[in-house]
T-cell receptor, first 109, second 112 residues
Framework: GQNIDQPTEMTATEGAIVQINCTYQ??????LFWYQQHAGEAPTFLSY????GLEEKGRFSSFLSRSKGYSYLLLKELQMKDSASYLC??????????FGAGTQVVVTP | EAQVTQNPRYLITVTGKKLTVTCSQN?????MSWYRQDPGLGLRQIYY???????DKGDVPEGYKVSRKEKRNFPLILESPSPNQTSLYFC???????????FGPGTRLLVL
């Protein structure tokens, strides 16, 4: 079957680093996306990986290992505004998209 | 301003009363998709469209219809809504299917 797993919730303090893991099993693979979603709002794009390795964008980095079906999103120098849900999504074959249930990150002072 | 718009943003209706949620994008994107979001389940794809007149089922298509007669519009139709379709609905678009999707603001639907 097709499955995307990520932790339900993570808590970290302001200024710290948090790593959100995502494992996937899908019938096709055309890239892995990370989105951020604040409560009551639409998801917004954070990062994209299609080849193995690390992609860095400011305080956010994302890693992909296609052979292991594994990705992580790294959030550095956490700020209060980073409190949100982080969604892992896989672009499958022929336009299909699958999302994980999301990881709620709580940043404490 | 590049955007995806959805209407209505909020809707309360009764079982069996047909409704349409509109979605429009002004970015000349080929790919459009509808999702529903429910607590603990994340975003689930309902239908998607790779281009005009090309639509396909996602993971949860039952009870929904779509059409793509023009590139910019991708309406979601609930012919006979039921309470289990109460949810938060998002429309999204991207240049092509493998690219970043841009989401509309969401439509919160309550079916009584």
């Amino acid at each position: 079957g097709q499955n995307i797993d990520q932790p339900t919730e993570m808590t970290a303090t302001e200024g710290a680093i948090v790593q959100i893991n995502c494992t996937y099993q899908t019938s096709g693979f055309n890239g892995l996306f990370w989105y951020q979603q604040h409560a009551g709002e639409a998801p917004t794009f954070l990062s994209y990986n299609v080849l193995d390795g690390l992609e860095e964008k400011g305080r956010f980095s994302s890693f992909l290992s296609r052979s292991k079906g594994y990705s992580y999103l790294l959030l550095k120098e956490l700020q209060m505004k980073d409190s949100a849900s982080y969604l892992c999504a896989v672009a499958g074959s022929w336009g299909k998209f699958q999302f994980g249930a999301g990881t709620q990150v709580v940043v404490t002072p | 301003e590049a955007q995806v718009t959805q209407n209505p943003r909020y809707l309360i209706t009764v079982t069996g009363k047909k409704l349409t949620v509109t979605c429009s994008q002004n970015m000349n994107h080929e790919y459009m998709s509808w999702y529903r979001q429910d607590p603990g389940l994340g975003l689930r794809q309902i239908y998607y469209s790779m281009n005009v007149e090309v639509t396909d089922k996602g993971d949860v298509p039952e009870g929904y219809k779509v059409s793509r007669k023009e590139k910019r519009n991708f309406p979601l139709i609930l012919e006979s809504p039921s309470p289990n379709q109460t949810s938060l609905y998002f429309c999204a678009s991207s240049l092509v299917s493998e690219e970043t999707q841009y989401f509309g603001p969401g439509t919160r639907l309550l079916v009584l």
